[in-house]
């Protein structure tokens, strides 16, 4: 296959990928006889054509930043974490837990202690499947999977049984004091100017920034990183030059875990001030594909997270304001995955059609 | 030799001649086993020996599948003293590597200067033997001595990566360290083209195991493990690559030499002991010993089957 130029690989390939996805997606809304030309314009308008708009769509992309982190850093460890729900559900619990224990006096408090419980929790969900995969051999795809299970299993059993208030029928914890309330953009000076109207994006989003920072120091500029990315490229390799397999599979999942994990200051800190059944509401899953098409690359991952929080909100709007059913929003999520990810190498290979005369000019 | 009626002998992946058997011998079997007759001149020396660096004693390996790849062999290396060990592939070289390299499991003793090696596991890894100045040029430098898709200066750090050289401060690496050590070790290495940032793949065989060698070497170690230093190697880098090896040897390092190829054991070896079947078949001076000879020790033929 030609090799790309540096630029075709990064751009052009996830922008043809995204496009095609893109008409196969109006294909299936002119199936259903609708127009795939309205749809696009409730979905741009609904997701990114006001600050509202946006409000909503970067509240999803926090969610996915860190969910797509996760993802990330296990990838680079050749390590395929799927249980990125699971993880992140028990994040919940921690965050709600840190929440709940005390009456806190002020969010700056609360939010630090919060990020602890979270990524805490997320870490010890990972843990079990990363030992087992370390030790064991048992496939972390398949523990991790599990664990997404035990975990949904688990949170229900918790919430009904111990952190229900007694006169409720809702399983879901109670509302965590006011202490605990993150300011959104709305209520950020400087930003409330843009954001006039109250919205769930929150200052979480600004922690999904620095978590991206932080990744790609920690893959390409330290010691561990290096072991990790190492290690994931070749174990055989990897033994020879010292690195211990067992030491990198737990930290890189425990890290993974904890990125999953921290996606709860979002939601269930952020946004719902309570733990709610399903508070993940499949952002790890996403945070799949947001790491397949982010190339694993914490810039990927931010794009991409930010396009999935665009089809998470127009979805939404479709649903909200045409006869097109919400569900449309998951077909077309499940297609730009399939041109991303999937057919990412039939993209390629066309391209390379294109490039290779003038690679040989050269 | 007693059962068959025709013999056909495989190198390399081919099958390069089919003899009868009541036609042929063991001598004639074990030069067409050897293979090519290009012999090498190595420019060097009389060895200046020095103290005993390496005592390996009664060494086994016992692999995952239980079967017994090393059986117990001894030999010592001392300082100044290529000691050559040819046999065909496969019959226990790599496990010996593997142990002194710090990641295989044996049982038996082995010291470096006097001190005891672990060969458990459990207090050893690549890690700990370079700390302790064994250095090691793996047989299949795109399978362990490489990451093929990291870029060269990246490479060049493989194995040595918490060398306090390469740190920035106590959390973040120095990249630009490496890049700059890299670029040294290229040129000196003659290694081409001289770009660090260029992915090891993308370099030929020599070239890899030229900044393979640039990075083992240079750490000036005690023992130099090095396997199949020259294979796939091109004409031009391969006496390059023996050349920077006499040179380890005249410094007075220890080497041990792990080859397929008799001719590179002929040509660069002080002593050269034959491996078969997991056993040292036996030892024999250079000088005083011919490919014939080793191809027979190679073969699992001792002195007084042959005669």
Known sequence: ?362 | MEITDTVSVMRRGEMTATVKTKDTSPEELAELMVGRKVLLDVAKGPAQLGKVVLEVENLRVVDEDKVERVKGISFQIRAGEILGIAGVAGNGQSELLEVLGGFGRATGTVRLNGEELDLTGTKSDGQSRREKGIAHVPEDRQHLGMIMDFAAWENVAFGYHNDPAYQKNSLLMDNDAILEDTKGKMERFDVRPPIPTLAAKSFSGGNQQKIILAREIERNPELLLVGQPTRGVDIGAIEFIHKRIVELRDAGKAVLLVSVELDEIMSLSDRIAVMFDGRIMGERDPDKTNERELGLLMAGVTGKDAA
């Open chain 1, 1 to 362: 296959m030609t090799k790309l130029p540096r630029w075709a690989d990064v751009v052009l390939v996830p922008l043809i990928s995204l496009l095609l996805a893109g008409i196969i997606s109006a294909l299936v809304i002119l199936a259903i006889g609708q127009s795939p030309s309205e749809a696009l314009k409730v979905m741009v308008d609904g997701a990114v054509g006001s600050p509202y708009g946006w409000g909503y769509t970067l509240y999803y992309a926090t969610s996915f930043i860190f969910t797509g982190l996760a993802v990330t850093v296990a990838f680079h460890a050749s390590l395929f974490n799927i249980g990125g729900e699971g993880q992140a559900q028990l994040g919940g619990l921690g965050v709600a837990l840190v929440c709940l224990a005390l009456p806190w006096p002020h969010w700056t408090l609360a939010l630090p202690a919060a990020m602890i419980g979270g990524a805490l929790f997320g870490a010890a969900w990972a843990a079990i499947p990363a030992y087992l995969q370390a030790k064991r051999g048992s496939h972390i795809v398949i523990t991790t999977i599990m664990f997404n299970y035990i975990a949904a299993a688990l949170l229900i059993y918790i919430l009904v049984e111990h952190l229900r208030p007694p006169s409720s029928m809702d399983p879901a914890s109670a509302r965590f004091g006011a202490g605990t309330d993150l300011p959104t953009l709305h209520e950020i000076p400087g930003l409330s100017l843009i954001f006039t109207k109250q919205v769930p994006a929150n200052v979480t989003l600004f922690v999904a920034l620095l978590a991206c920072w932080l990744v790609w120091l920690l893959l390409w500029r330290t010691r561990l990183g290096y072991e990790i990315r190492a290690f994931g490229k070749s174990e055989p390799a990897a033994l020879y030059a010292g690195i211990k397999p067992v030491r990198v599979t737990m930290i890189a999942m425990l890290i993974s875990g904890a990125l999953a994990g921290l996606m709860s200051i979002n939601n269930v800190m952020g946004e719902s001030g309570r733990l709610l059944q399903n508070s993940s509401e499949g952002a790890g899953f996403i945070g799949i594909a947001v790491a397949l098409m982010g190339r694993n690359h914490p810039l990927g991952v931010f794009l991409a997270a930010i396009l999935f929080g665009f089809l998470y909100q127009g979805g939404a709007e479709l649903g909200l304001w045409t006869s097109i059913p919400i569900e449309l929003r998951t077909v077309v999520q499940g297609l730009v995955i399939l041109f991303t990810g999937a057919l990412d190498h039939m993209v390629r290979m066309m391209l390379g059609l294109f490039f290779r005369p003038k690679a040989r000019a050269a």
